[in-house]
């Protein structure tokens, strides 16, 4: 008999803990009728404020939304540069495309997999080369890692930029005590089913200090309304949250601070087994990670999940090509050398099954398969 499959993502898990809550929280909503920014909406609101310390959460329909909404507030267009990573997940860079402004890729630090502050520079400097006007810098907490803010925040003070975190993989994580939403001029997050704190379909938030960008932002997820829905001062989108998802958000975050805990026990137990035969992530001083991935890095990648497939052990690859080398972002920038990190990155990551329910008995499982397929 062929062990059961493992799951790459374990939903059903956390579905099996949860019981009936769930199901009884989507009725209530069902029930009351307020389907668009019902109660749940607002209470899961003030729930992420107050678990990252903002003073304002905008919750939105996505994590792309989430990015689009904010660059519209702060009236980012065509003339304008938006500095991100080259190694990350396309909708950083599409938010920016989409308003007419110009992506500059700039590269990551190998260790982090998140923004290289010396490369940030660069590109700043070959923005305004171009005759751009450099405006915001998205740095993504790649995998769950909140990035290098301490050195990339005074960057943006010094040329007058400001900074998106792209917090849609590490909410809950956090930096020297601060946690994800707290960074920068704002932050944004995603509840895609997958990430860290995933609702039952699309969802987003917005997170900021900033009182006037937050008051924008609430206009801009209504079709830019202004007293009333029907008074529209500026153009916008239609961004909201749906109750339904509002209140799986709810449920979810009762149980979510112990999920952390134990996606932080995965991965000490990942490094612990895999440190001597692959490059374990590690996390930089003073930093947590939500652990959306579990990535490491090898040699030889393709030969490897070829043998973890044929083992019933799913990866992934994240991200397989760096974004400058997609064909939908060939006009992004990129400083002369190129972005050598991001590309060598492109061809050895590999990320493991994660997720909080991971019991240890599989991860020996998994291990043990990697390791096989690395002698192979
Ligand atoms: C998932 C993700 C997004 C987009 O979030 P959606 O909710 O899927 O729109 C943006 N940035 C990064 C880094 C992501 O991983």
Known sequence: MSAPSIPFIDLGAQRARLGTRLDDAIRRVVDHGAYVMGPEVLELEKQLAELC???????????TDALIMVLMAWGVGPGDAVLVPDFTFVATAEAAVLLGASVVFVDVAADSFCM??????????????????????IPVDLFGQPA???????????????????????????????????????????????????C????????????????LLRSVRVHGEGRHKY??????????????????????????????????????????????????????EGATSAWAQYTVRLEEREAVQGHLKAAGVPSGIYYV?????????????????????????????????????????VQDRIVAALREALRA
Do not use: W
């Open 53 to 63: 310390g903002a003073s304002h959460c905008i919750s939105c329909s996505s994590g």
């Open 116 to 137: 290289d502050p010396d490369s940030l520079e660069a590109g700043i400097a070959l923005a305004r080369d171009r005759g751009l006007e450099p405006k915001v810098v």
């Open 148 to 198: 290098d803010y301490p050195r990339l925040q005074p960057i943006c003070d010094r040329e007058g930029l400001r900074l998106l975190a792209d917090g849609a993989q590490s909410f809950g994580a956090s930096l020297h005590g601060k946690r994800v939403g707290a960074f920068g001029d704002a932050t944004t997050t995603s509840f895609f089913p997958a990430k860290p704190l995933g």
């Open 200 to 215: 039952y379909g699309d969802g987003g938030a917005i997170f900021t200090d900033d009182a006037e960008l937050a008051d």
């Open 231 to 284: 008074e529209n001062v500026r153009v916008g989108i239609n961004g909201r949250l749906d109750t339904i998802q509002a209140a799986v958000l709810l449920e979810k975050l009762t149980i979510f601070e112990d999920e952390l805990r134990r996606r932080q026990v995965c991965a000490d137990r990942y490094s612990q087994a895999l440190d001597a035969d692959v490059t374990v992530p590690r996390l930089s």
């Open 321 to 361: 090509t760096p974004l400058s080398q997609q064909k939908g972002y060939s006009a992004g920038l990129v400083a002369p050398g190129g972005n050598p990190i991001a590309a060598s990155l492109s061809e050895r990551v590999l990320s493991l099954p994660m997720h909080p329910y991971l019991e240890p008995e």
